[in-house]
């Protein structure tokens, strides 16, 4: 203990000899270069970090250990996309359905009308699905009015409207149920954008 009082006291007492003399210690100019420090003023020690090069420039003073930001990267997929593209691919494969020539009558199965509209039923289904399994603590937490609650009930009525409509092809007039399905599924991903 009496050891580690006798050093601090001997570098307290060299620092403080140190800095009541008039001219530094180590002269920095001649280790560092003419710019770095040539004036043994009070004024100029505090002036160092802006002191001008023999250039005209200023030193410009970096913080240590900072670097730049990382960019933030997220992942090509991720529940949440796979949940947006089903929504989407849904709307998209009822729409094009709607686009094609529709079969005739005497032959259900001519024509991609009835594979659309299935797929279109199919990836409902399955963004309603996905929804609950990844979202299913946003939900029911904050009312009927609440923007996820909002989005899960039109995009459920969406989907219910295609697998209606399937349902009911050809024998009945299914329209309805498609358009429907179509307007709720676009309603209910506009709510999340």
Do not use: C, R
């Amino acid at each position: 203990m009496l050891k580690t009082i006798l050093i601090t006291a001997i570098s307290l007492f060299y620092s403080g000899m140190a800095l009541s003399q008039e001219v530094p210690v180590i002269n920095y100019g001649t280790v560092y270069g003419e710019e770095m420090f040539t004036s043994s003023q009070p004024s100029d020690y505090i002036q160092l970090s802006a002191k001008q090069t023999s250039k005209g420039s200023e030193f410009t003073k970096m913080p240590a250990g900072i670097k730049d930001k990382p960019v933030f990267e997220e992942d090509w997929l991720t529940a949440n996309k796979v949940h947006k593209y089903l929504g989407i691919g849904s709307i998209t494969f009822a729409l094009l359905a709607a686009i094609v020539p529709k079969p005739p009558k005497d032959n259900p199965d001519e024509g991609n009308h009835k594979e659309f509209a299935e797929v279109a039923a199919a990836l409902g289904g399955a963004a309603v699905a996905t929804g609950l399994m990844f979202h299913y603590d946003d939900i029911f937490d904050y009312g009927a009015s609440d923007p996820d609650n909002l989005h899960a009930t039109y995009a459920t009525l969406g989907a219910i409207g295609f697998a209606l409509a399937v349902s009911d092809a050809p024998e009945a007039q299914h329209v309805g149920y498609g358009m429907l399905g179509a307007i709720l599924m676009t309603i209910g991903i506009k709510y999340t954008w």
